[in-house]
């Protein structure tokens, strides 16, 4: 049985490199999906693309969100609950990647990115969270990264967010667990994306395909029983 069959999915940073690829799994296993993005032409063109593999005529609704903005937070939440009875499924996918050395970074990048990385998950996780608990039924995929457990030259910025996504992602484990609501910390390395080309000391043709890890995604969260993998970390096979 496919136990994400007609869940109602709210993803934040869709068109990036990993979120278009779970809206691709997600729409394929006949979730309906609610998109934000900073951009509407990359949210309008995602929506034709999965129109194309939607046999099931799933709803998909999207709507743009600047993840910064507390108005156009609560904006968005209205449309969710306009459109969707509840939301069972939460991707927290939207990040900021910077790279800088600590002399150059200001309090604005430290606002910025944690807002993004870290505070907004916080306030969808508590907003839709309450959904699931009355359902009885819930996933909530925080995206982490590598730097969720270590750090990187001219990274305090990210990495910080990205070690506070992952205190989050533990603390909500232990919370909901037993209103049958699973968080899943996913933790990749560095993957074939736009963001990622920032970091020019890395080898980007070694870097994971978001594809695989989307599909990493998808399978992990459709077991149901008393099998969970909460804390998942994906790494590159260094061959060198």
Known sequence: MNVLNNKNCFITGATGGLGREITKQFIQNNCNL???????????????????????NCKIVYSVCDLTKDHQIKKIIKLVRQNFHHIDIL????????????????????????????????????????????????????????????????????????????????????ELKEHNVRIYSV????????????SKDQDYETFLNPTEVAKYIEFIIQFDGNLISEEIRLNRINLY
Not at 39 to 55: A, P, T
Not at 113 to 131: G, H, M, Q, W
Not at 187 to 198: D, E, V
């Open 187 to 198: 933790s990749p390395g560095s993957m074939k994306t736009k963001m990622a080309r920032l």
């Open 34 to 56: 609610f998109l934000t993005a900073r951009n509407e032409q990359k949210l309008k063109k995602l929506k034709s693309e999965l129109d194309r593999i939607n046999v099931k």
């Open 91 to 174: 991707v927290n996918c939207a990040g900021i990647f910077q790279i800088k050395p600590i002399s150059q970074a200001t309090l604005e990048d430290f606002d910025k990115i944690l807002a993004v990385n870290t505070r907004t998950p916080f306030l969808f996780c508590k907003e839709f969270s309450s959904d699931m608990m009355k359902q009885k039924w819930g996933r909530i995929i925080n995206i982490g990264s590598s730097s969720s457990y270590s750090g990187f030259k001219n990274g305090s910025i990210y990495c910080s967010s990205k070690h506070a996504m992952l205190g989050l992602s533990r603390s909500l484990f232990a």
